[in-house]
T-cell receptor, first 112, second 117 residues
Framework: RKEVEQDPGPFNVPEGATVAFNCTYSNSASQSFFWYRQDCRKEPKLLMSVYSSGNEDGRFTAQLNRASQYISLLIRDSKLSDSATYLCVVKYSGAGSYQLTFGKGTKLSVIP | DAGVIQSPRHEVTEMGQEVTLRCKPISGHDYLFWYRQTMMRGLELLIYFNNNVPIDDSGMPEDRFSAKMPNASFSTLKIQPSEPRDSAVYFC???????????????FGPGTRLTVL
């Protein structure tokens, strides 16, 4: 059973479009949530944390629904440079252990 | 800061050979993580260290894999003997401890792309 599930895509959208990615997680004891971005053949990098009340960073908006164990990322006014794979990440802590669990990612291609 | 440094960036080897991957975390970071990424399985945590001590190695696939962290600035991941199914990108990541500005963010190195023929 996969702990963090994402639609793999690809999502092909025109410049200027709004696109939304969804993610579900299975462990209700999850504590923290993040979106990472990974460019082709590069390492993952933190895009933004996801807070319970929802949060926004420029064109990016993240939402969390703990009851449904669901996380989303909305990108407005898509740019060519947004083309990447977006990884949903969940942090579990407990029994002295800490780790991030990554979804397999959703690939976004923004086309001119 | 130079960020997390990994070497080699690419490794091509033959089945049965020993492979050693190296990582230098960001200076001052208390935690170091080794991940493996494949198309089929995505990014998987293999092992992580806190203050040079292995904390959770439940992700290490089998005894052929071993990891060490002899000091705060160096870690190795060794595969012996290597097999074709070990082909993947191996990432090292580090983060700071509680009270540091980077407690919730893991910084990844550029990865080592391993091909086992």
């Amino acid at each position: 059973r996969k702990e963090v599930e994402q639609d793999p895509g690809p999502f092909n959208v025109p410049e200027g479009a709004t696109v939304a990615f969804n993610c579900t997680y299975s462990n209700s004891a999850s504590q923290s949530f993040f979106w990472y971005r990974q460019d082709c053949r590069k390492e993952p990098k933190l895009l933004m944390s996801v807070y319970s009340s929802g949060n926004e960073d420029g064109r990016f908006t993240a939402q969390l629904n703990r009851a449904s164990q669901y996380i989303s990322l909305l990108i407005r006014d898509s740019k060519l440079s947004d083309s990447a794979t977006y990884l949903c990440v969940v942090k579990y802590s407990g029994a002295g252990s800490y780790q991030l669990t990554f979804g397999k990612g959703t690939k976004l291609s923004v086309i001119p | 800061d130079a960020g997390v440094i990994q070497s080699p960036r690419h490794e091509v080897t033959e089945m049965g050979q020993e492979v050693t991957l190296r990582c230098k975390p960001i200076s001052g970071h208390d935690y170091l993580f080794w991940y493996r990424q494949t198309m089929m399985r995505g990014l998987e945590l293999l092992i992580y260290f806190n203050n040079n001590v292995p904390i959770d190695d439940s992700g290490m696939p089998e005894d052929r894999f071993s990891a060490k962290m002899p000091n705060a600035s160096f870690s190795t991941l060794k595969i012996q003997p290597s097999e074709p199914r070990d082909s993947a990108v191996y990432f090292c990541a580090s983060r700071g401890g509680r009270g540091s500005g980077s407690y919730n963010e893991q910084f990844f190195g550029p990865g080592t792309r391993l091909t086992v023929l």
